[in-house]
């Protein structure tokens, strides 16, 4: 048996502010894959990515691992499927092991205590993206970077089969993009979805695939290093990148 898509769309379109932003015939996300939504700024990449995650009122259908997402019951859904959004806020008087602590909600009962294996769950998490020294700091106190490993460690907390995230390198520095890029790399190989949406190209052609958005729509979904998708990826950016190989790793240059 062929193994369902990680998430599935047809006929999706989101209208914003009486516009039409995303407009999508088709579109399939492999399981066991981790792929890179990339687009020049107001292509709508957070938008589709909200409307894929049914985070947004939306025309047309989408499938999480071959179910329609309003057979899902609600808190399945949110074990399968991790979010992490770009500058949430709201939770800054938390500490940052309960901020954690709350991706792990779908995994219990109602108004139960915690049990073992969420704690552990958010230990691996906080060590994952190295802030367990700080969980009992306030998120509001923490960097920008600091809150954003915080924020990370909530989403691979879930444990979720399919994760999503938008712009999950925002404010962190070099050697936490590795270890972020190493985390989702594991995660593939353990057999989860990764779909990011990245502006650093660089890092997103690491992806196995990029799924190019133009305009609100999908122009090009391709393996990050054939040439067709880094030709489709000039083209959106008005041929103004470069795309090189240095020392085996893809380098992108604005000119
Ligand atoms: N709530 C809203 N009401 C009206 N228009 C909106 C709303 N949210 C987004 N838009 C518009 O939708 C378009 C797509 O926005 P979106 O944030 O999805 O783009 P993006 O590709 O993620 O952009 P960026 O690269 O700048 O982050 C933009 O033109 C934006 O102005």
Redesign the pocket.
């Known amino acids: 048996m062929t193994k369902a898509p990680a998430l599935a769309a047809q006929r999706l379109q989101v209208s914003?502010?009486g516009?039409r932003?995303v407009d999508v015939p088709a579109l399939t996300l492999p399981a066991g894959r981790w792929t890179a939504v990339v687009?020049?700024?107001?292509?709508?990449?957070?938008?589709?990515l909200k409307a894929m995650a049914h985070l947004l009122p939306a025309h047309g259908s989408v499938q999480l691992l071959g179910r329609r997402m309003e057979e899902w019951p609600g808190k399945a859904r949110a074990r399968t499927l991790s979010w992490l959004g770009q500058g949430e806020a709201g939770t800054d008087d938390l500490l940052a092991q309960d901020v954690v602590m709350l991706g792990r909600l779908p995994h219990q009962a109602w108004l139960a205590a915690p049990s073992a294996a969420d704690h552990a769950a958010i230990e691996r998490a906080m060590r994952r993206t190295q802030c367990w020294e700080w969980r009992k700091r306030p998120l509001g106190q923490l960097s920008g970077g600091e809150r954003q490993r915080v924020l990370l460690a909530r989403a691979f907390a879930v444990e979720a089969e399919v994760l999503l995230m938008d712009?999950p390198l925002a404010n962190l520095d070099a050697p936490h993009q590795a270890d972020w890029l190493l985390a989702v790399r594991e995660l593939v190989v353990a057999g989860r979805t990764v779909v990011s949406?990245l502006?650093e190209l660089g890092m997103a052609l690491h992806a196995d695939e990029l799924l190019v958005?133009q305009c609100?729509r999908p122009v090009h979904q391709g393996a990050s290093d054939d040439p067709v998708t880094h030709a489709a990826l000039r083209d959106v950016f008005d041929k103004r990148i470069e795309i090189h190989k240095v020392a085996g790793e893809w380098v992108v240059l604005p000119r």
């Open positions: 914003l502010g516009r932003i687009g020049p700024n107001g292509a709508g990449k957070t938008t589709l712009e949406v502006h958005l609100g």
